[in-house]
């Protein structure tokens, strides 16, 4: 079964500071996707940026870009320059590649706290 | 936008009681998905229907059950609620091919006493 493990289920960044979430995955599925979603608190959770596992290129959404290992199986978000509004629980999740109803396996999440 | 609503933010319940989520969808989408979030937990897959009247069970079917008459609605529904199943209930939804990404509600925070 593909489990997904993230090992800090807190950080804290000063504004304007850089941070890095960790997440790290288990599969024997060759093609998947993999995603960072944030819950701001009392919001609604929002993709913020997907991997395919089949690009070498590491994805990026302006502040946000992540540092996909694939052969490690470790796939973090790095949230540059942060901001207030940064705050909020981020889940790691993966998907296999599979036609149909494509299911997500999240992560525990880690909670993100921005200090002005 | 993709706009996924859930019937209630805030629900209490007593034990034994019958319990209805619902979800609605406006993009249509073929895929939709229940979700259980519990701290230290993440979300934990219940239910899942990728066409109407269609449901396959996730990670953690038991004491839980679904309903889906019309594409753009997904029920859930708890045939006799228990304490252990207070919790947070997100509902997404998504296309059948494509990106993969899920849209999410804004969650039911469900309270059994």
């Known amino acids: 079964a593909q489990t997904v493990t993230q090992s800090q289920p807190e950080m804290s960044v000063q504004e304007a500071e850089t941070v890095t979430l960790s997440c790290t995955y288990d599969t024997s599925e060759s093609d998947y996707y993999l995603f960072w979603y944030k819950q701001p608190p009392s919001r609604q959770m929002i993709l913020v940026i997907r991997?395919?596992?089949?690009?070498?290129q590491n994805a990026t959404e302006n502040r946000f870009s992540v540092n996909f290992q694939k052969a490690a199986k470790s796939f973090s978000l790095k949230i540059s320059d942060s901001q207030l509004g940064d705050a909020a629980m981020y889940f790691c999740?993966?998907?296999?590649?599979?036609?149909?109803?494509?299911?997500?396996?999240f992560g525990q999440g880690t909670r993100l706290t921005i200090n002005p | 936008d993709v706009k996924v609503t859930q019937s209630s933010r805030y629900l209490v319940k007593r034990t034994g009681e019958k319990v209805f989520l619902e979800c609605v969808q406006d993009?249509?989408?073929?895929?939709m998905f229940w979700y259980r979030q519990d701290p230290g937990l993440g979300l934990r897959l219940i239910y899942f229907s990728y066409d109407v009247k269609m449901k396959e069970k996730g990670d953690i079917p038991e004491g839980y059950s679904v309903s889906r008459e019309k594409k753009e609605r997904f029920s859930l529904i708890l045939e006799s609620a228990s304490t252990n199943q207070t919790s947070m209930y997100l509902c997404?939804?998504?296309?059948?091919?494509?990106?993969?990404?899920?849209?999410f509600g804004p969650g039911t925070r469900l309270t059994v006493t």
């Open positions: 997404a939804s998504s296309f059948y091919e494509g990106t993969y990404e899920q849209y």
């Open positions: 991997q395919e596992a089949y690009k070498q």
């Open positions: 993009m249509d989408h073929e895929n």
């Open positions: 999740a993966y998907s296999p590649h599979l036609q149909g109803a494509q299911k997500l396996v």
